[in-house]
C-alpha cells in the first residue's frame, strides 16, 4: 500500500504530516511512502532526508495522491473551490487522515463523501488514555501554550521576572490565563519559567488542583454549576447565563490589575466563548497585552482581528493564526507521532493489509466519511 504526504495547500500553513523519522516507521509497517517535493521545507525537513528514509519524492500533488491507498495531510484537503482540488486527485475509496475542521465545512465532508474517501478528522480523537500518543489537539496546543507565551513577551514593553539592581527594581509581570485545558497549562508553565506572577481561570473547578500545582493563583466563582462544567471528554461545557455574568464582573476586576492575558478557551463546534470585553480592554494598563489563541474561532477577546497585531485602547492584542504553524519543526516532528500511532491502528500487523475495526473506540470516534456518507453522529445531526 501506498501512503501520501503531499505539500500543505492552506493559506500560512509550515507544518508537514510526516518527518523522516516517522516516515521510516512506516516504511517498518510494510507500507510504501510517497512524498510530494517540498512537502517539509517549511518545518526543515528536506526532500533528501525523505528520500534517505526510504520515500519516493513527487514531482507534485497529483502525482503523489493518484496512487495513493492512504493520505496523511495536516489541514483538510482542497476541494473543488480551490485550483487544484486534493480530493479530486485522490482515487475513490481511499484513506484520509487530518484536522478536518469539519464543523466549518460542510461542503468538503460532501465532497469526500462522494469520492468514497473513508476520512478520519484528528480533532474527533477521544480523550481516553490509550488515544493519549494520537491525540494532535494536546499536542499541538500544547506548542501552541508556550508560543503564546513569547509572543505576549515579544509584545510587552518590559520584562517579565523581578530583576533587583543598583538602579532600582523591576517588578515581575503578571500574567492570566483564561481557559486551562493543554494550551492553558503550558501558558501557565512558561510563564512561571519565565519570572511572572500567573494566574488562571478556568470554568471547570477540576482545574484548580492542576493550576495550583504549577504554582499560579486560580481564580473563579465556585458553584455548584461549576461542579458540572465538564464534559465525558474532559472539555468545558457553555455556562447559563447567570453564571457567564458573574464570572465576567469577577475576570473584569483581575485584568484591571494584569500586565498580560493569554485567552485559551474553546468549545468543540462552536464560536469561542467571549472572556474579555472590549470594555474590559480600556480597563486595563496601558501597555498591556492580551494574547487571543481562539481567535480562528471567534475569538475570546472582542477587540481580536485573526491574522493580526493591534493596538486597541492602549492595549496590544495579539491574534495569530496557526499558532503551532508558528513552531514548524516540533509542531511536524510531533503531529507526525500522531498520525503515525493512529496508521499503526488501521494495519493489519499480519497481512500488512487496511483493517479498519469499527468495534475500536478510537477509530470508531475519528470516522467522519465512509462507503459515500458523511458517519460522525456529531456531523450528521450539524
Avoid: W
Avoid at 489563541?293 to 472582542?302: H, I, P, R, S, T
Wanted: with cysteine.
Amino acid at each position: 500500500m501506498i501512503v501520501a504526504i503531499p505539500k500543505e495547500r492552506r493559506p500560512g500553513e509550515t507544518r508537514v504530516a510526516a518527518s523522516p523519522d516517522t516516515v521510516k516507521k512506516l516504511i517498518d509497517l510494510g507500507l510504501d511512502v510517497v512524498v510530494e517535493k517540498g512537502a517539509g521545507q517549511a518545518a526543515a525537513m528536506t526532500d533528501e532526508a525523505y528520500k534517505a528514509a526510504g520515500a519516493t519524492i513527487a514531482k507534485d500533488t497529483k502525482t503523489a495522491l493518484e496512487k495513493a491507498d492512504i493520505v496523511l495531510k495536516v489541514q483538510r484537503p482542497t476541494g473543488s473551490d480551490d485550483k487544484t482540488d486534493e480530493v479530486a486527485l485522490m482515487k475513490e475509496g481511499a484513506v484520509l487522515l487530518c484536522i478536518l475542521n469539519a464543523y466549518n465545512d460542510k461542503p468538503l465532508l460532501d465532497q469526500l463523501a462522494a469520492r468514497k474517501v473513508t476520512t478520519f478528522g484528528m480533532e474527533f480523537v477521544p480523550r481516553i488514555t490509550r488515544a493519549q500518543s494520537m491525540d494532535v489537539l494536546s499536542s499541538q496546543s500544547n506548542l501552541a501554550g508556550y508560543k503564546s507565551v513569547l509572543d505576549a513577551a515579544a509584545e510587552f514593553g518590559r520584562a517579565f521576572p523581578m530583576m533587583m539592581t543598583a538602579a532600582g527594581t523591576v517588578p515581575p509581570a503578571r500574567v492570566m490565563i483564561m481557559g486551562v485545558g493543554v494550551a492553558g497549562l503550558q501558558a501557565i508553565a512558561t510563564a512561571r519559567r519565565l519570572g511572572a506572577i500567573v494566574s488562571a481561570t478556568d470554568v471547570r473547578l477540576a482545574t484548580k488542583e492542576q493550576v495550583e500545582s504549577l504554582g499560579a493563583t486560580f481564580v473563579m466563582v465556585e458553584s455548584e454549576e461549576a461542579k458540572q462544567a465538564e464534559t465525558a471528554g474532559g472539555y468545558a461545557k457553555e455556562m447559563s447565563d447567570e453564571y457567564k455574568k458573574q464570572q465576567a464582573a469577577l475576570i473584569a476586576e483581575t485584568l484591571k490589575k494584569q500586565d498580560i492575558a493569554i485567552c485559551t478557551a474553546l468549545i468543540p463546534g462552536r464560536k469561542a466563548p467571549t472572556l474579555i470585553t472590549e470594555e474590559m480592554v480600556k480597563s486595563m494598563k496601558p501597555g498591556s497585552v492580551i494574547v487571543d489563541l481562539a481567535v480562528e474561532q471567534g475569538g475570546n477577546c472582542e477587540c481580536s482581528e485573526p491574522g493580526k497585531v493591534v493596538q486597541k485602547h492602549g492595549v496590544t492584542v495579539v491574534g495569530h493564526l496557526n499558532v503551532p504553524g508558528r513552531l514548524p519543526v516540533d509542531a511536524s516532528a510531533l503531529y507526525a507521532k500522531n498520525l503515525l500511532n493512529f496508521v499503526t491502528l488501521l494495519i493489519d500487523k499480519e497481512t500488512k493489509a487496511l483493517k479498519i475495526d469499527l468495534e475500536d473506540e478510537i477509530v470508531k470516534g475519528t470516522l467522519v466519511t465512509q462507503d459515500g456518507q458523511v458517519v460522525h453522529p456529531a456531523l450528521k445531526a450539524a
